[in-house]
C-alpha cells in the first residue's frame, strides 16, 4: 500500500540526523489502531523535521470562551509541546518555541504578585508559568504596554519585551520560524 510508504517509513528529518518511526511514543498508551481503529496507523502522517524546528505563536486574544474559563491559545501550545516530545520522540533541544503576546492577550503577562499591580488581572497564570518553566520564551509587545500602561515590574519573570508585536513576528518569520 502506497500510504505506509508515504507514511509510516523511517526517515531522515531536515536536520540530518534523527530517525525513527511515527509514533515514537504514546499519548493515550494504545496504538494508533487500538485507539482510532483498524488502519489508523498507516493513514497517519507524521511530522518529518524533528531537529531544529522553529515557530512562533502570536496570541492577540485573552479568552477562548465566552466565560474565559480557557485561555485562547495556550492549550494547542502545551499540545505541540506533547506532540513533539510524547509522539514523535523530541527533546527541548530540537525544538524553539517564541509566543508574541500584544492586543487584548496582554493580561496573560500580568503578575498577579507584582508589587505594585496592574488594574487587570492574570487569569491563567500558573498555565503562563508552566510554559516559561518548560522553557518557551514569551515576549510581550511594547505598543500594547504602552496602550495598556503596563510596566515591566508588573511582568511575569522570563517574560521579555518586543518593540511591536506584528514587527517582532514577521522578524521571527524572516528568521525561518513558523507562524501559527
Same mark, same amino acid.
Given at each position: 500500500?502506497?500510504?505506509?510508504?508515504?507514511?509510516?517509513?523511517?526517515?531522515?528529518?531536515?536536520?540530518?540526523?534523527?530517525?525513527?518511526?511515527?509514533?515514537?511514543?504514546?499519548?493515550?498508551?494504545?496504538?494508533?489502531?487500538?485507539?482510532?481503529?483498524?488502519?489508523?496507523? =498507516? %493513514?497517519?502522517?507524521?511530522?518529518?523535521?524533528?531537529?531544529?524546528? /522553529?515557530?512562533? +505563536?502570536?496570541? !492577540?486574544?485573552?479568552? &477562548?470562551?465566552?466565560?474565559?474559563?480557557?485561555?485562547?491559545?495556550?492549550?494547542?501550545?502545551?499540545?505541540?509541546?506533547?506532540?513533539?516530545?510524547?509522539?514523535?520522540?523530541?527533546?527541548?533541544?530540537?525544538?524553539?518555541?517564541?509566543?508574541?503576546?500584544?492586543?487584548?492577550?496582554?493580561?496573560?503577562?500580568?503578575?498577579?504578585?507584582?508589587?505594585?499591580?496592574?488594574?487587570?488581572?492574570?487569569?491563567? =497564570? %500558573?498555565?503562563?508559568?508552566?510554559?516559561?518553566?518548560?522553557?518557551? /520564551?514569551?515576549? +510581550?509587545?511594547? !505598543?500594547?504596554?504602552? &496602550?495598556?500602561?503596563?510596566?515591566?515590574?508588573?511582568?511575569?519573570?522570563?517574560?521579555?519585551?518586543?518593540?511591536?508585536?506584528?514587527?517582532?513576528?514577521?522578524?521571527?518569520?524572516?528568521?525561518?520560524?513558523?507562524?501559527?
Amino acid at each position: 500500500m502506497v500510504l505506509s510508504v508515504i507514511f509510516n517509513s523511517p526517515f531522515v528529518s531536515a536536520g540530518g540526523s534523527k530517525s525513527a518511526q511515527c509514533p515514537v511514543g504514546l499519548v493515550s498508551g494504545m496504538t494508533l489502531d487500538e485507539e482510532f481503529g483498524p488502519g489508523t496507523q =498507516q %493513514a497517519t502522517r507524521c511530522i518529518k523535521v524533528r531537529e531544529k524546528v /522553529k515557530v512562533v +505563536f502570536v496570541l !492577540n486574544k485573552l479568552c &477562548a470562551n465566552a466565560t474565559c474559563t480557557q485561555c485562547y491559545g495556550i492549550n494547542n501550545i502545551e499540545n505541540v509541546i506533547e506532540d513533539y516530545e510524547i509522539t514523535h520522540g523530541m527533546s527541548r533541544a530540537d525544538y524553539d518555541i517564541v509566543v508574541v503576546l500584544y492586543g487584548p492577550s496582554y493580561p496573560l503577562v500580568l503578575n498577579n504578585q507584582s508589587p505594585t499591580p496592574h488594574a487587570s488581572t492574570n487569569p491563567f =497564570q %500558573a498555565k503562563i508559568q508552566g510554559l516559561l518553566d518548560k522553557g518557551i /520564551k514569551i515576549q +510581550f509587545c511594547q !505598543n500594547t504596554a504602552r &496602550a495598556q500602561i503596563v510596566k515591566f515590574n508588573q511582568l511575569m519573570p522570563g517574560i521579555t519585551f518586543v518593540t511591536g508585536g506584528i514587527t517582532a513576528t514577521a522578524d521571527y518569520q524572516a528568521l525561518g520560524y513558523s507562524v501559527i
